[in-house]
């Protein structure tokens, strides 16, 4: 079977064409200034509805699949990755299995036309990658929750229109830290925090566009029906869509690389030196080729992890396999894409470092490049006893 279908191949030039034309340029602009994306920009990607690729038709969605939603993902990454990311803001930050019907229709039309997007609170100044460890309390009040604690890395917490956000209510029995723990939906303004939570944005080196934020919530309150799923089972949900967000970020990922790529070919037909474009010369040859390969590499396992997910088969390991081999392969293939570039490449003034910083967060979140080395070993080996 094919995997670029005509209708995929039709998705994968729609988002290259807007991107191009549509992203590259603003990201150009803002991405040095540490500017945000503009709202036209997500007018027009709404419009092409990207934020409800994965959400029913029912709901006003496109019901399409992951392998839709990493095409069009890695077109728009070639632009700028933070772009990429926003759309997952829309799609996926609620796994419509986790909503009730009432839920469902309420929210997730306003998603699918990017009205209401939203920021996930997970991590911890103490809790990243050990989700089990999350100290973040909430307790009962009535017909409402009271959310108190602090959460770190929450991208995208003043921009949104509401707040997953993941909280202690009851102690964990003996051996099962991970339980006890419970999904809540907060409605907010957007541009704002919501009430009983302030914060401040994290200076960071990359994945400019928007803000990271760090929270500290004070007795936030949240009425009972916001709570996502049964209470004190936050950790399954929180995992249960993992196959589908680290190929998402694989998709980054090679967008990235693809982008260091392309922008490498250009600048050496361009770039003279002795007499010749510098193409002409076996180093920047052989440098681009190997380039190229590493990215298809990481494209045809994107595929294959993509259709094991849109045909419901079980596929944990590879998608670890994917996430952890095109995140690796984005930060060599960038970071050669500057050294072609030479000293230029060394500036703002050209898209490469962009992508390489970037291409560098890849191998972080969604889990860093050793937990996923930790889950596929654990699949061929059996758990380890650290």
Known sequence: MTFLTEERRMIQEQAREFTLNEVLPVANKL????????????????ELGYFGILIPEK????????????????ELSRGWMSVASLIARGNSLIGSHMMNEEQKSRYLTRMARGEFLGAFSMSEPNAGSDISNISCRAKKDGASWLISGNKYWCTFADGADFMIIIAR???APPGKRHMGLTMFFIEKKRGELPPGCSGAPIP???????????????????????????????FYYATSGLEAARAHTAA????????????SIAYSNDRKQFGHSISDFQAIRFKIADMATQIEAARQLMYFVCEQIDTGQRCDKEASMVKLFASEMAERVTSEGIQIHGGAGYTTLHAVERHWRDARLTKIFEGTSEIQKRIISDRLLGRGRN
Request: charged content about 30%; proline content about 4%.
């Open 204 to 234: 960071k080196i990359g994945y400019f566009g928007w803000k990271t934020f760090e929270l500290a919530f004070d007795n936030c309150r949240v009425p009972a029906e916001n709570v996502i799923g049964e209470e004190g089972h936050a």
């Open 31 to 46: 991405d040095p200034e540490k500017g945000e994306i503009p709202m036209d920009l997500r007018d027009k990607m709404a």
């Open 59 to 74: 709901y006003g969605g496109l019901g399409l699949g992951c392998s839709e939603y990493c095409l069009v993902t890695e």
């Open 169 to 171: 209510t009851s102690e």
């Open 252 to 263: 980054r990922a090679i967008g990235l690389a693809q982008g260091a790529l392309d922008d």
